[in-house]
């Protein structure tokens, strides 16, 4: 008589991976990232220790990496979402809470309850323009010419501005009595400019060909920038922010000029309604 239950033994099944391997091209990018991380936080480190040179040299290195792990990811073809929204939170903890929090260490705290009010805006303007930054990329795309335009400062320019009395002391300005209320002042303005919608200069965007009789001087004065950050690191941050600063009306200018002309050329294109 058969067993009404016979015994069943199922199929042996192959392990299965559950998770795929992640090709090299993509995890160096994000390597890149995490050090831009990591030179932010150390910068919080020396500033509490009170080691402000070297907190500001961290920012720096964290702009500069920032500004490299993109243009990686491209060359590498490892662009990806994940790589986009770990770059925003490195950006926020190194272009946000980190400048906010060495300002308030060097000088701010002398003002009490009103400067950390305004590390705070700061921190919260950072977020607030990464985040629009993030919906952007889903958004619909623009023409050709914005792309040379960024919406307000990005974020690690706007470190660069927010750190500028901090980079000129460091150079060499003497500090003078009402410093704290003048850094404050610098602050909240550099805080308007971070969370506004000014057209900036992106540094992306410009297609046109370099000419060819262009090209060693170009590539020399970047040699004798990357020089002079070596050597004069602060000096050199210093007079290029401020340079930057000053291109701020001629972007927008520039910016009008050019919304002006597409403007025209639509209408232009555009179909003649029939009688």
Not at 44 to 73: N, S, T, W
Not at 171 to 200: D, H, M, N, Y
């Amino acid at each position: 008589m058969e067993p009404i239950f016979p015994p069943f033994e199922p199929e042996p099944t192959p392990p299965q991976r559950r998770f795929r391997p992640i090709p090299l091209r993509l995890l160096i990018p994000n390597l890149v990232t995490l050090a831009a991380l990591a030179a932010g936080l150390t910068a919080v480190r020396f500033a509490i220790e009170g080691r402000l040179d070297y907190a500001a040299l961290g920012i720096i290195i964290a702009a500069v990496l920032d500004g490299v792990d993109g243009r990686i990811a491209r060359f590498l073809k490892g662009t990806s979402r994940f790589g986009a929204e770990l770059d925003s939170l490195a950006d926020f903890v190194s272009f946000g809470c980190a400048p906010a929090l060495i300002l308030y260490f060097w000088v701010l705290q002398d003002l009490k309850t009103l400067g950390w009010l305004a590390c705070l805006l700061l921190a919260f303007a950072m977020a607030l323009r990464l985040a629009r930054f993030n919906v952007t990329i889903d958004g619909p795309e623009r023409p050709a010419w914005q792309k040379a335009f960024a919406t307000g400062v990005p974020a690690p320019a706007g470190a660069m501005m927010v750190m500028l009395p901090v980079h000129l002391t460091l150079a060499g300005v003497p500090r003078f009595a009402g410093e704290a209320a003048l850094v404050l002042i610098w602050t909240l303005v550099s805080t308007a400019l971070i969370v506004s919608r000014v057209p900036t200069f992106s540094g992306k965007g410009f297609g046109s060909p370099v000419p060819r009789e262009r090209v060693l001087p170009i590539l020399a004065l970047i040699v004798v920038i990357l020089w002079l950050l070596v050597a004069h690191p602060f000096e050199t941050v210093s007079l290029l922010t401020l340079i930057y600063v000053v291109a701020i009306p001629v972007s927008i200018q520039r910016y009008l000029r050019r919304k002006a002309q597409d403007a025209v050329g639509s209408q232009e294109k555009a179909p003649v309604p029939e009688n």
